[in-house]
DNA sequence: GATGAATGAGACTTCATTCAT
DNA sequence: CATGAATGAAGTCTCATTCAT
């Protein structure tokens, strides 16, 4: 008689917050209202209180879902028995061609979100601190496997290496659809330059961006 | 028969925008409202809107002087009889440093607006050409001086060289504040390394982050 | 999961039209603000919008819902077994009598209104033509009791009528109040001579405003 | 070294008003602004205020010359040696052929507004007195002459025939285009009927829209 | 659980008019 | 005479949230 069927709340939480998803992509942060949000969700507007707080309490939720799914997605790609490398290249392109405007924009806003709303804040640098974390694993098990430089400091590596990724995803926002593949090989390049142990390094093939000569 | 105020006109234009920027800044841009703006200004609500025709046009207007200003300065920066590649340093140098939490959130929200508001995104596109252009020029001029390695494509270099800038700059959104040196630094060596003609390339410089032998 | 209101939303709606029409009488269309219906309704200024999307919206109801009635009456009024033309002057002089100055002048203004908004228009024309339909509809079966001219063509009479009937209404704006009866006879008159049957135009009434022998 | 020139502050007088009722043409009468008069009329907005005391002493101005005109071309049209019945007729030609939507827009805004603006109703009522006595002079002058039938009442038969001529002006507003021309044969007729003296209803010519034997 | 009516502050913008120059 | 900066009230409408049912 207690509660009815958690289950049945927590399926309706997530169908609210993927309806949510839809709006915020259609029309922005500030510009998706509650209303729109609920008629997405087909529920009544009073309704919407029992799941959720507030708005803020629903793009708290959805930041932190998208950037967890995010993180496990990245922990899968570079779990396999792939190279390290490969997957790292393979990741910067999922991101960079996965991103849609609509999708970058709404990014950009949570971001510009953080910076005035500590909640946000707070789930973004729990984020990218795990996400640091896991990359500079990656990178050790890279260099135990010989792949990767073993004179890189894998902490400041990845720092460097996941703000690369995201300097080719912000890329596609602004580039023109010509030269967003140009930028990426570009930045694929570098990471490799920044990655490759010297063994490899030797067979080098064509940097990138040069004159042909 | 006096047409007094050319002068006047444009100097009340421009405390009215930085009015304005002020309230962005705090507030965010859909959180300042015209309101506050004109308060911030100290004028009328409605005399508002002999300066600008909407709240957008002012968001354009700030867009447009901010991009601007960047872009002149940079001109003026690699203008000088200084290392081009030191000049593309010092620039990254700026742009970190100078960026406040709340000017990058606020620039956030600018690019974010851009994916919806077509007026805003010509502003934008029309910069990133322009930049993109400028850097282009300063990479030729450096191989020119023989500073800059011949056998690169000063297009494409130019948007790594941009896309390395950003991404440094916004990293110190949300690295801590002892990690945003550390990463400032990789960021210059990879520049460096990219950039640098092969002669120079000789006397190398200890690598970025390496860890100590 | 019930859904208890219909009939309480419609209600709710109905007293807001008719809040909102004292407001349109009192102050003119645009001289009426939604903030005054919404007191008149005792409502909050944003509850409006639950119920009408504009105030557009509301003016667009209450023309329909005037002018419907008006149709229905009308259509009651000649319904009867009265004589055809009786039942006409009759609605001529409801038209004439109960137009209040400020209703008149609303009326006016909605028609203004039809020439700059094709929303309006539309309910205007659809209104017309529907009030012409019944006219002609009308004649025809005075034609058909022989109290009306057979050799008229009812489509035109039809046309003739109203355009007589709404002069009259519209006089009653202008006219001074002495002069409004002798104008309305005046009408009358001139409507029965032009439906009137030959057999019945034989026992001839005293002419209108002839000069008393 | 008084008032500058009388003559040309008049001048400006009259431009600013064809100005304004250009803009109230476009706009009607809340919706053209002062500040779009004053652009129209090429004048700063302050200036306006030294030609006419407020928005409402423009609308006055105008609906006096305006009636005025009408007055006038009116008295013109039937001071000739023509028929008085066919002065009538054209008259009732122009007026209705004469009314673009926008002017009878204009005009029913207007009588709308004076049965809010006392000013207005004034203006309003002098020349409705002026139109209908100037009418009865021409019906009795008609008399004279034989045309009009002798025992017409010429007080009570020129508010008739107003109201006729304004029944068929304002029909323009509604009726579809192809049925205007009916709809004036109809009220022509009409007025023909009422006018005619008896010698002249002895040669009749066909009535109006009787179906065709 | 679920509805949707209700709130009321506040958003952006317009406008007739005044006043210093 | 003429300008245009300035005012401030008011306009329509939106929105996150609450509450009775």
Do not use: W
Request: glycine share 6%; hydrophobic share 40%.
């Amino acid at each position: 008689m207690r509660k009815l069927d958690p289950v049945k709340h927590e399926n309706k939480r997530q169908e609210i917050l993927t309806a949510a998803m839809r709006c915020f992509l259609r029309s922005g942060l500030k510009g998706a209202s509650t209303a729109q949000i609920c008629s997405e969700a087909k529920i009544s507007p009073g309704h919407l209180y029992h799941y959720f707080e507030s708005k803020e309490a629903i793009i708290g939720a959805l930041s932190e879902a998208y950037l967890q799914t995010a993180a496990e997605r990245f922990r899968a790609a570079v779990g396999g028995d792939r190279s390290v490398i490969n997957a790292i290249l393979s990741e910067m392109d999922i991101q960079a061609k996965g991103s849609q405007p609509a999708k970058l924009a709404l990014l950009f806003e949570v971001f510009a979100e953080s910076a005035r709303n500590p909640e946000i804040a707070k789930i973004l640098r729990t984020y990218d601190l795990s996400r640091r974390g896991v990359m500079a694993e990656v990178l050790r098990h890279g260099q135990r496997r010989g792949e990767i430089d073993p004179k890189l400091d894998p902490e400041a590596g990845a720092t460097a290496v996941i703000g690369l990724v995201d300097a080719a995803k912000a890329m596609t926002l602004r580039a023109s659809r010509s030269d967003v593949k140009k930028v990426q090989d570009t930045f694929k390049s570098i990471l490799t330059g920044l990655l490759r142990s010297p063994t490899q390094k030797a067979t080098k093939s064509t940097p990138p961006f040069r004159s042909r000569p």
